[in-house]
């Protein structure tokens, strides 16, 4: 870990926060999503380039190996933060309810304010399932199956249950509306996807007439965590332990413990439940963390991860801590962990020498 910074920071970059982290290890770059823009960045801090034009919102990142590109969760929607989105950009239009996956050619990325739509830098897979839970009604008559506010958190790994296999899966996590008031929201809802065939639907985006061009699910599965606030922030595999972490905003209900952090236990095989009157596959959360007995549910008291979160697959990981300059423009300084499993809070911070 000599060679790797303690800390990393991404300097002033707007309005907008940042929603997730994604590294290069081998070339030694840093990708920033904050929201309506993508920033690279080398290790050292210097920005190298940005991706600008975005009018949706986008989350969660992560580096695929197998293709040196970028993906990100990107959502285009009606919502108040769809809303918020376009307000703080200062477009007063309507835009159509969409869900992808944002891929970037990140070599192609060597200049300031490249355009999203126009450089060549992005393309985008579109979810159909995404769209039909948000745009579905439960069947206890509620607005968005399961809760569905779109997605957010996503990451390369194994199969649940092929514990640390060689097979990569994309991991597409849903965002999920705080609504203490339904029962159907109490589960983390993660989508998988094999991408070795995406080729044949990677489609420039245009954000006024958005393309419908995307795959069949591999596999929905289901993780009982009690209700979040907007579900998976920041959803990251860890090749060192097998695991999958899921960092969140804090749920509100009470008959739940709320942890800002779950763990998925990826040695477990999924089993199939019924919930919603349909059969689901489930996996389980891992046991280890604090314990909430009345709920049985897991999880950790790490309160980072929810705007960045990245393993090293070494036992160490790289977590965002966001924040503001006097003058309000949003940030982040990306801070190095060592992973010890231990307690309540796994995470120690490594200090610099």
């Not at 590294?23 to 309506?36: V, W």
């Not at 009470?254 to 800002?260: A, I």
Request: with cysteine; hydrophobic share 30%; charged share 25%.
């Amino acid at each position: 870990m000599k060679n790797l910074p303690k800390t990393i920071y991404s300097g002033p970059q707007g309005n907008n926060h940042v929603q997730g982290i994604a590294i290069d290890t081998k070339r030694e770059y840093i990708y920033y999503s904050f929201t309506t823009k993508l920033i690279k960045s080398d290790m050292a801090g210097n920005i190298v380039g940005s991706v600008n034009g975005l009018i949706g919102h986008m989350g969660c990142l992560d580096f695929n190996d197998a293709d040196g590109k970028v993906y990100g969760s990107l959502e285009f929607k009606q919502d108040s933060i769809g809303k918020g989105i376009l307000k703080s950009l200062g477009i007063n239009k309507e835009i159509k309810d969409a869900f992808y996956i944002a891929v970037f050619d990140v070599d192609k990325i060597d200049r300031m304010d490249m355009d999203a739509e126009k450089d060549g830098v992005m393309k985008t897979v579109y979810l159909k399932d995404v769209v039909e839970d948000y745009l579905g009604t439960s069947p206890e008559g509620k607005k968005h199956v399961h809760g569905c506010s779109g997605i957010d958190g996503i990451a390369f790994g194994p199969d649940f249950g092929d514990f640390k296999g060689e097979k990569q899966y994309l991991k597409v996590a849903y965002g999920i509306y705080s609504d203490v008031e339904r029962n159907d929201n109490d589960h983390q809802v993660i989508l998988s996807y094999d991408v070795s065939d995406w080729d044949k639907y990677l489609t420039p985006l245009s954000q006024g007439n958005p393309h419908e061009n995307g795959p069949e699910k591999h596999r929905k599965y289901f993780v009982y965590t009690g209700n979040t606030v907007y579900g998976v922030q920041n959803l990251e595999y860890d090749g060192y332990t097998g695991n999958f972490l899921m960092a969140v905003y804090k749920g509100q209900k009470e008959k739940f413990p709320n942890y800002p952090m779950y763990a998925i236990d990826g040695s477990a095989q999924p089993e199939e439940k019924m919930i919603d009157g349909k059969t689901v596959f489930t996996v389980p959360l891992l046991k280890q963390g604090a314990y909430h007995e009345a709920s049985g549910i897991y999880g950790f008291t790490f309160e980072w991860g929810s705007t960045g979160l990245f393993s090293l697959d070494n036992g160490f990981f790289y977590v965002s801590h966001h924040g503001k300059t006097p003058e309000g423009e949003q940030t982040s300084t990306v801070r190095m962990y060592r992973y010890t499993g231990a307690g309540e809070n796994p995470f120690e911070i490594v200090e610099e020498n």
